[in-house]
T-cell receptor
Framework: GQQLNQSPQSMFIQEGEDVSMNCTSS?????WLWYKQDPGEGPVLLIA?????ELTSNGRLTAQFGTTRKDSFLNISASIPSDVGIYFC????????????FGKGTRLSVIA | SQTIHQWPATLVQPVGSPLSLECTVE??????LYWYRQAAGRGLQLLFY??????ISSEVPQNLSASRPQDRQFILSSKKLLLSDSGFYLC?????????????FGPGTRLTVL
């Protein structure tokens, strides 16, 4: 089946630093989504992207739908301790008839 | 607004015992429903999804089964649990149509099989 390559697998950063993570696919996607999962909870949708080239912000978070439709990135500016968690990318393929494909996640740790 | 519930929140079961996890959605009709399993510190593994009552698609062969007896109810079951069934089980819902394929997750059930 389709796979999303999400990198990096984990990150350790100092509070206040900016963070960047990305997701790539071998096939074209119609939708890119970014989720955050806090420990012991379900993932929460952060940003949804529907058009190639689309750049969307949600507070300190910014995500872009790559122009090739095969990648997306998520940036977090001025990280704070509550940014700790696992970030998942997800995509919908062009058929629209199959469930979302999820990346394996990026585990973010913020050092105060 | 839409909400999704899962219960129980945590469960400890002996090997060989049966399992029933329930997921219900409020505030929407005819949702797509999904069951995922997440091993500790790992990614999300899709187990089952359903596009309507009685319609179940299985993504991986396993010791588990799913049923959708009502539009907004999704149940994950097992007749005999294995140690490998331990994990964090997440239910999610999504809109059936409209071009927006976001999924929204419930709070999860942590299952420990001893």
């Amino acid at each position: 089946g389709q796979q999303l390559n999400q990198s990096p697998q984990s990150m350790f950063i100092q509070e206040g630093e900016d963070v960047s993570m990305n997701c790539t696919s071998s096939s074209i996607f119609n939708t890119w989504l970014w989720y955050k999962q806090d420990p012991g909870e379900g993932p929460v949708l952060l940003i949804a992207l529907y058009k190639a080239g689309e750049l969307t912000s949600n507070g300190r978070l910014t995500a872009q739908f790559g122009t090739t439709r095969k990648d997306s990135f998520l940036n977090i500016s001025a990280s704070i301790p509550s940014d700790v968690g696992i970030y998942f990318c997800a995509g919908e393929d062009t058929s629209g008839n199959t469930p979302l494909v999820f990346g394996k996640g990026t585990r973010l740790s913020v050092i105060a | 607004s839409q909400t999704i519930h899962q219960w129980p929140a945590t469960l400890v079961q002996p090997v060989g015992s049966p399992l029933s996890l329930e997921c219900t959605v409020e505030g929407t009709s005819n949702p797509n429903l999904y069951w995922y399993r997440q091993a500790a510190g790992r990614g999300l593994q899709l187990l089952f999804y359903s596009v309507g009552i009685g319609q179940i698609s299985s993504e991986v062969p396993q010791n588990l089964s799913a049923s959708r007896p009502q539009d907004r109810q999704f149940i994950l079951s097992s007749k005999k649990l294995l140690l490998s069934d331990s994990g964090f089980y997440l239910c999610a819902w999504g809109r059936a149509a409209g071009g927006y394929n976001e999924q929204f997750f419930g709070p999860g059930t942590r299952l420990t099989v001893l």
